[in-house]
T-cell receptor, first 114, second 112 residues
Framework: EAGVAQSPRYKIIEKRQSVAFWCNPI?????LYWYQQILGQGPKLLIQ????????DSQLPKDRFSAERLKGVDSTLKIQPAKLEDSAVYLC????????????FGPGTRLLVL | GENVEQHPSTLSVQEGDSAVIKCTYS??????FPWYKQELGKGPQLIID?????GEKKDQRIAVTLNKTAKHFSLHITETQPEDSAVYFC???????????FGTGTSLTVIP
C-alpha cells in the first residue's frame, strides 16, 4: 500500500511571496489533515477534511492560509503572503474514517521563509 | 481545548537499557492515545496506541500504560537499540472529530 505523498519536499521563499504544497493521501482514505510542525514542537492541526468538506479549520490563519480538497482526493495548502514565522514543516496525514483511528503521515514539506 | 505535556524533552540511554517517556493530558474526554516516532527528515510513524478502556498495551519491546484517573500515559522501551534513536511524540484525541493534540516531543538517543 502506497503511503501519503507530499511535494515538494523542500521550499525556500522570501517573505511576502506565495507558496503551495500538495498532498495525495492513501487511496480510499476519506479524511485528510494538514499539520504545521515548527522546529522543536509537536505537529499542530491546521485543517481537517472529510472527503471534500472541511471538518475543522479553527486553527488555520485564514488571512493568509487556504486549503482545498477538490474531488475528495488530493489536497493543496497555500500560503499567501508568507511570513518569517511560517517557516516550518507542513505535514499531511490521512485516515480511513473520522472516528478515532490511526493517522498516517506523509514525509512533510520543509518551508524556509527568508 | 486539550493540553498535552511531555517529559523529558531529551533522553540519553545506554544500549540495552530501558527508556521511559511520560505525558499528561487535561481533557478527561480524551480516549485515544497514540505514540509516534519521527526520524530525521521523515513524517511521524505510529508505533503503538492505547484506548481509554485498557490500562496497558505491549508490542514486543514497546509498551504503553494509561492512568485515566491521573490523566497520564507513558511509553516504555526495553532493551533499547541504536535504531530506536529518534524523536517520540505522544498525542491525545477524543471521539469527536479525531483531532490529535501532540506533546512537544522527546529526543531519544541510544548510545552504543
Amino acid at each position: 500500500e502506497a503511503g501519503v505523498a507530499q511535494s515538494p519536499r523542500y521550499k525556500i521563499i522570501e517573505k511576502r511571496q506565495s507558496v503551495a504544497f500538495w498532498c495525495n493521501p492513501i487511496s480510499g482514505h476519506a479524511t485528510l489533515y494538514w499539520y504545521q510542525q515548527i522546529l522543536g514542537q509537536g505537529p499542530k492541526l491546521l485543517i481537517q477534511f472529510q472527503n471534500n468538506g472541511v471538518v475543522d479549520d479553527s486553527q488555520l490563519p485564514k488571512d493568509r492560509f487556504s486549503a482545498e480538497r477538490l474531488k475528495g482526493v488530493d489536497s493543496t495548502l497555500k500560503i499567501q503572503p508568507a511570513k518569517l514565522e511560517d517557516s516550518a514543516v507542513y505535514l499531511c496525514a490521512s485516515s480511513p474514517i473520522t472516528t478515532v483511528e490511526t493517522q498516517y503521515f506523509g514525509p512533510g514539506t520543509r518551508l524556509l521563509v527568508l | 481545548g486539550e493540553n498535552v505535556e511531555q517529559h523529558p524533552s531529551t533522553l540519553s540511554v545506554q544500549e540495552g537499557d530501558s527508556a521511559v517517556i511520560k505525558c499528561t493530558y487535561s481533557d478527561s474526554a480524551s480516549n485515544y492515545f497514540p505514540w509516534y516516532k519521527q526520524e530525521l527528515g521523515k513524517g511521524p510513524q505510529l508505533i503503538i496506541d492505547i484506548r481509554s478502556n485498557v490500562g496497558e498495551k505491549k508490542d514486543q519491546r514497546i509498551a504503553v500504560t494509561l492512568n485515566k484517573t491521573a490523566k497520564h500515559f507513558s511509553l516504555h522501551i526495553t532493551e533499547t537499540q541504536p535504531e530506536d534513536s529518534a524523536v517520540y511524540f505522544c498525542a491525545a484525541s477524543t471521539n469527536t472529530g479525531n483531532q490529535f493534540y501532540f506533546g512537544t516531543g522527546t529526543s531519544l538517543t541510544v548510545i552504543p
